[in-house]
């Protein structure tokens, strides 16, 4: 797995930002990446659900997404879910569980963890623009399917003001929010944070993952070349 262990959350990344960070012990960070590589493994076991997202294993492997069998100490009760890792150029910081058979609660995170940004090194690549989704699925799907750099909040309800110093030397944060009334208060919420910002929010119902499944992504890179174009 290519992420070192050591460091702090959003440690490279954010260096020059002086923002916030999350002191791991070392054990700790140990066990994240241990847990994170065993359940990469059977990701193969995931293949039926990420059709149903309209992604593949490969696709989910450039992330390190997981499955949850032999479950570690502490993750009995995530056995069966899709492992997905927080991945910081410091290492894995974080696993959510996410349920695949319809299981409620849908997402389960481990006791104490604080909310992370999704694939968050993109940061550290990304040129001129950057776009934020709700979730990790949409996230992935962003980067996978359009190429457009992108970083996911685990939620509506996750964005946090420190968020706003990891983005705001970028020229353009495009935000593309679920079709819903928490989705369009998500970017919102965003757009009082940010000067930069543009909000592209998805038709009644869907999300980045749906309505690209639906529409193809071409629905997704017509609507941000209109943002770019933006001046």
Known sequence: MGCGVGGDVYDLILKKKEAHIVRLSN????????????????????????????????????????????????????????????????????????????????????????????????VLTASDYICVTEGEIDCITLNVKTKHPAVGIPGANNWKPFYTRILDDFDTVIVLADGDGPGLEFGKKIGKELSNVNIIQMPEGHDVNSIVHKEGVDFINERIAKCLNVK
Do not use: C, W
């Open 27 to 122: 054990s700790h960070r140990q066990f994240l990446l241990q847990a994170a590589n065993q359940y990469a493994n059977q990701i193969h076991l995931a293949e039926e659900y990420l059709a149903t997202r309209n992604l593949s294993v490969e696709e989910a492997r450039r992330f390190h997404l997981g499955v949850v069998k032999d479950a570690l100490p502490g993750h009995e009760q995530y056995s069966d879910r899709l492992a997905i890792p927080y991945i910081t150029p410091s290492g894995v910081v974080d696993i959510r569980f996410r349920a695949m058979n319809g299981a409620e609660p849908k997402y389960m995170g481990m006791p104490g963890a604080k909310t992370s940004m999704f694939n968050a090194q993109v």
